[in-house]
């Protein structure tokens, strides 16, 4: 029998407590197994729904948090627009003037900060994934990563303790990703969190670069805003990006595809 993957285990729980909305421990892990999924490896998955706040457990009752909308979890990203957030990746590094830079967290600067190839004496993140990366690099020497708390959807350290950490830093070349760019060329993020945290650091930024593939610019978008586009010294995207979305963006900022 075929192991059903930690990212298709997740998307059928939920869509399963969405439709119950309340219900035992006990009636969750008999759906898991009808559905092929050990007990064992339900209980693991009962903790991280907790931990992503899909769920509250209380008293052997599990409540569907209504409010929690499902994110694309971070192996997702990973699958997604692989080809075009590598040629972004390539691009990027053609950018790097300085010794000293920041990455945000996403896997478009993982794989950015996996390619680089030239000379960096110091690298600041708060992306637990890009400084495991970084670390790796042999062209990076040293590697800070800027604490707080962990969102396992995206590996991004952020929070309180992350936003008094960026106040007393600056940084000459900051690269970050975003999830979505509206029509009016407001940058966003999904999360509070990380989208008042990146506002932070592009303050704190003499430049930055954005990189974002092409799927990124919808016109609609439901989630936190960054900052507008004129906060940005440059975008890096793909080919695919339609020209009328470029046009306006050589308005305000470079663009590079």
């Known amino acids: 029998m075929e192991k059903i993957k930690r990212v298709e285990r997740i998307q059928l729980y939920i869509s399963f407590l969405k439709k119950e909305m309340m219900l035992s421990i006990r009636a969750f892990l008999i759906f898991a197994v009808k559905n092929n999924i050990p007990e064992i490896t339900a209980r693991r998955d009962l903790k991280i729904l907790q931990n992503l706040n899909y769920i509250i457990v209380d008293f052997g009752l599990i409540k569907y948090n209504a409010d929690k909308e499902y994110e694309t979890t971070r192996n997702e990203k990973i699958s997604k627009n692989k ?15 300085e010794k000293e830079i920041f990455v945000g967290p996403g896997t478009t600067c993982e794989i950015f900060v996996k390619s680089i190839n030239k000379p960096i004496n110091l690298l600041f993140t708060n ?4 400084a495991k990366i970084a670390n ?5 020497k040293r590697v800070v990563i800027i604490g707080g708390r962990l969102r396992p959807q995206s590996s991004a350290l952020c929070g309180p303790i992350a936003e008094t950490a960026i106040e007393s830093l600056r940084f000459s070349q900051t690269f970050i990703t975003i999830t979505d760019i509206d029509e009016e060329l407001n940058l966003y993020n999904n999360n509070e969190d990380e989208a008042y945290l990146t506002n932070k650091i592009i303050k704190n930024s003499n430049k930055v670069v954005c990189l974002a593939d092409s799927t990124k610019f919808i016109k609609s978008v439901f989630g936190h805003k960054i900052c507008e586009l004129k906060s940005i010294a440059k975008i890096i995207t793909n080919k695919d990006l339609e020209k009328e979305w470029a046009n306006e963006i050589k308005k305000i900022c470079d663009i590079k595809w």
């Open 127 to 130: 992306g637990f994934e890009v």
């Open 136 to 140: 790796s690099n042999e062209y990076i």
């Open 83 to 97: 080809e075009k957030k590598f040629q972004i990746a390539l691009k990027a590094i053609e950018e790097i003037n």
